[in-house]
């Protein structure tokens, strides 16, 4: 149950706290009050998003909490969230694009948050009523009612595919490789990356290879230059234009140091002159470009190349393409036994539920309806190979048609509570109708509300409405309008007591404009739903 709800700088609301009770809760106002902000604002606290300029002060936080007595199912799943009260307090808190969700206090997470909504509240909304017309949704229905548990299905589905997928792939890479010719590929590779360093290893080592070679020519010209006979020809000449002791000894001296580096030089020009390596390295690199054109990749990708080719190698060695199609064929037996089990479950349901549905719709004001359920094979899915679509026929006499042929607005209405009362999902504790009712009055909105009375003695019913048929059946009658609050619009909201439920139900029999004649027919109906009350209990 939904103990209580505060909003706080949201929209139209600056601070706005409702307490609930069990059993029919309605609330109505004028068009356009900001009914459906209340329910949004429920949406909004269970993860729903947000417009940029949702806070009515954009300097402060949107804040919305809520109080939800415990469900048997959560009370368990969230043990570790649990107060005294056995109660959830949630809190969302909205700044500047950023959400801080919290549970009695707790941080908590928004997948938790929603677990929570599932499995407390139904959130039915006018608009989704149309969801009837979608002959798509129907099995989805069919199962709710009849709690069908597609796991099974899903699984074998899932599995058949599965194995379909692993034979398509074999037979295309058996009908574009040659497998003589990926071999090939495979060895060639193999060999050459045999005790083969990176490809940017290899660069590296060329590089250092390189300027090797560099220095080694830098020395080839200093020896070559130091052991010229030009040089030695120009000393000789300097000796003899300068004869005397002291050039003569710096000659003797350089000609002294010349010999020994010459043959310094020629040693270390003995030790690296064997070029190999270098050209080893520029032959591996070379190879290395050529496979790389051959393969159609750059020269860093050629690794990744040959894992690839590898891959496809194991990959054609491993796969046996009747070993997957005798896989396919026992995937494929399996599902059609489960979807032929699914079947068999679906048309006795079926039956069921037409029956059901035909008895509820002519309870509410629809006669001569008959509802059908019409089952065709389809393809198959995760859902079965079943096609359901809802038939009615709503005249004596009339050939069954699809619900978008058949009703109009009023009757759909009534169909889709029809159907809520029958699908589990839909019946849980707390339920929010935001103008399910659309389309209705007179006797048939007496009757949809009578039901809806009846299911508030098992489920929390918070419905908005403009029908005086609800609001006198309500337990509980809240009253939004709009005001101005300085220069600013503003919600306002009160919960009725008996007095200003007269003017409330006058109100939405005569309008805002309210007169005695409107107040004596809305007393008249509330006393009349005292005794409807104790007639339907």
């Given at each position: 149950m939904l103990n209580w709800l505060s909003i706080e700088n949201y929209i139209l609301i600056?601070?706005?706290?409702?307490?609930?009770?069990?059993?029919?809760?309605?609330?109505?106002?004028?068009?356009?009050?900001?009914?459906?902000?209340?329910?949004?604002?429920?949406?909004?606290?269970?993860?729903?998003?947000?417009?940029?300029?949702?806070?009515?002060?954009?300097?402060?936080?949107?804040?919305?909490?809520?109080?939800?007595?415990?469900?048997?199912?959560?009370?368990?799943?969230?043990?570790?969230?649990?107060?005294?009260?056995?109660s959830f307090d949630l809190e969302r808190t909205i700044k500047q694009g950023k959400s801080v969700y919290k549970c009695n206090g707790k941080p908590i997470k928004l997948v938790d948050?929603?677990?929570?909504?599932?499995?407390?509240?139904?959130?039915?909304?006018?608009?989704?009523?149309?969801?009837?017309?979608?002959?798509?949704?129907?099995?989805?229905?069919?199962?709710?009612?009849?709690?069908?548990?597609?796991?099974?299905?899903?699984?074998?589905?899932?599995?058949?595919?599965?194995?379909?997928?692993?034979?398509?792939?074999?037979?295309?890479?058996?009908?574009?490789?040659d497998e003589l010719t990926i071999e090939h590929f495979y060895q060639e590779l193999a060999n050459f990356f045999q005790n083969m360093c990176t490809y940017d290893e290899l660069n590296q080592q060329l590089d250092i290879e390189i300027q090797k070679k560099r220095t080694i020519d830098l020395v080839k010209g200093i020896y070559q230059d130091l052991n010229s006979s030009n040089l030695d020809d120009k000393i000789g000449q300097i000796k003899d234009v300068y004869p005397d002791y002291e050039v003569t000894e710096t000659l003797v001296h350089f000609s002294s140091a010349q010999d020994k580096t010459i043959m310094a030089l020629d040693e270390f020009l003995q030790t690296r002159l064997d070029?190999?390596?270098?050209?080893?390295?520029?032959?591996?690199?070379?190879?290395?470009?050529?496979?790389?054109?051959?393969?159609?990749?750059?020269?860093?990708?050629?690794?990744?190349?040959?894992?690839?080719?590898?891959?496809?190698?194991?990959?054609?060695?491993?796969?046996?393409?009747?070993?997957?199609?005798?896989?396919?064929?026992?995937?494929?037996?399996?599902?059609?036994?489960?979807?032929?089990?699914?079947?068999?479950?679906?048309?006795?349901?079926?039956?069921?539920?037409?029956?059901?549905?035909?008895?509820?719709?002519?309870?509410?004001?629809?006669?001569?309806?008959?509802?059908?359920?019409?089952?065709?094979?389809?393809?198959?899915?995760?859902?079965?190979?079943?096609?359901?679509?809802?038939?009615?026929?709503?005249?004596?006499?009339?050939?069954?048609?699809?619900?978008?042929?058949?009703?109009?607005?009023?009757?759909?209405?009534?169909?889709?509570?029809?159907?809520?009362?029958?699908?589990?999902?839909?019946?849980?504790?707390?339920?929010?109708l935001d103008e399910v009712d659309v389309g209705i009055s007179g006797q048939v909105a007496e009757q949809v509300a009578q039901l809806l009375y009846k299911r508030s003695k098992k489920h929390q019913i918070i419905a908005i409405s403009h029908l005086p048929q609800m609001a006198m059946m309500a337990d509980q009658h809240g009253y939004i309008s709009k005001g101005v609050k300085g220069d600013q619009a503003c919600i306002n909201f009160k919960w009725l007591n008996d007095h200003e439920r007269i003017d409330g139900i006058a109100e939405l029999l005569a309008g805002e404009k309210i007169n005695d004649a409107a107040r004596e027919n809305a007393q008249q109906l509330l006393k009349s739903a005292i005794l409807e009350k104790e007639a339907l209990v």
């Amino acid at each position: 149950m939904l103990n209580w709800l505060s909003i706080e700088n949201y929209i139209l609301i600056d601070a706005l706290k409702l307490s609930f009770e069990p059993g029919f809760n309605v609330l109505t106002g004028p068009t356009g009050s900001g009914k459906s902000m209340i329910t949004n604002a429920l949406g909004v606290l269970f993860g729903a998003r947000t417009q940029g300029n949702s806070a009515l002060d954009q300097s402060k936080p949107v804040t919305i909490k809520a109080s939800l007595k415990v469900d048997k199912v959560c009370f368990h799943t969230f043990k570790n969230y649990m107060n005294d009260k056995q109660s959830f307090d949630l809190e969302r808190t909205i700044k500047q694009g950023k959400s801080v969700y919290k549970c009695n206090g707790k941080p908590i997470k928004l997948v938790d948050i929603i677990k929570i909504r599932d499995a407390h509240f139904c959130h039915r909304q006018q608009h989704q009523q149309l969801d009837l017309f979608n002959d798509d949704l129907h099995l989805d229905w069919l199962d709710d009612f009849g709690t069908i548990d597609r796991t099974e299905v899903e699984v074998a589905y899932t599995e058949w595919q599965k194995c379909k997928h692993q034979l398509k792939i074999l037979r295309q890479l058996k009908s574009s490789h040659d497998e003589l010719t990926i071999e090939h590929f495979y060895q060639e590779l193999a060999n050459f990356f045999q005790n083969m360093c990176t490809y940017d290893e290899l660069n590296q080592q060329l590089d250092i290879e390189i300027q090797k070679k560099r220095t080694i020519d830098l020395v080839k010209g200093i020896y070559q230059d130091l052991n010229s006979s030009n040089l030695d020809d120009k000393i000789g000449q300097i000796k003899d234009v300068y004869p005397d002791y002291e050039v003569t000894e710096t000659l003797v001296h350089f000609s002294s140091a010349q010999d020994k580096t010459i043959m310094a030089l020629d040693e270390f020009l003995q030790t690296r002159l064997d070029q190999s390596k270098y050209d080893d390295l520029q032959e591996t690199l070379n190879a290395w470009h050529e496979l790389s054109r051959k393969h159609r990749c750059q020269p860093y990708e050629l690794y990744e190349v040959f894992e690839q080719i590898q891959e496809t190698m194991q990959t054609l060695s491993n796969l046996d393409e009747n070993q997957a199609f005798d896989a396919c064929q026992k995937a494929e037996k399996n599902y059609n036994q489960y979807a032929e089990s699914l079947t068999q479950q679906r048309k006795l349901i079926a039956i069921d539920l037409a029956k059901k549905m035909t008895d509820s719709v002519q309870t509410l004001g629809m006669q001569h309806a008959l509802f059908f359920i019409n089952m065709t094979e389809g393809d198959p899915s995760k859902r079965g190979s079943d096609v359901c679509q809802f038939l009615m026929s709503t005249n004596p006499g009339q050939m069954p048609q699809s619900l978008k042929e058949t009703l109009s607005g009023g009757e759909l209405s009534r169909v889709g509570l029809a159907l809520q009362e029958h699908c589990a999902s839909h019946m849980k504790p707390i339920q929010l109708l935001d103008e399910v009712d659309v389309g209705i009055s007179g006797q048939v909105a007496e009757q949809v509300a009578q039901l809806l009375y009846k299911r508030s003695k098992k489920h929390q019913i918070i419905a908005i409405s403009h029908l005086p048929q609800m609001a006198m059946m309500a337990d509980q009658h809240g009253y939004i309008s709009k005001g101005v609050k300085g220069d600013q619009a503003c919600i306002n909201f009160k919960w009725l007591n008996d007095h200003e439920r007269i003017d409330g139900i006058a109100e939405l029999l005569a309008g805002e404009k309210i007169n005695d004649a409107a107040r004596e027919n809305a007393q008249q109906l509330l006393k009349s739903a005292i005794l409807e009350k104790e007639a339907l209990v």
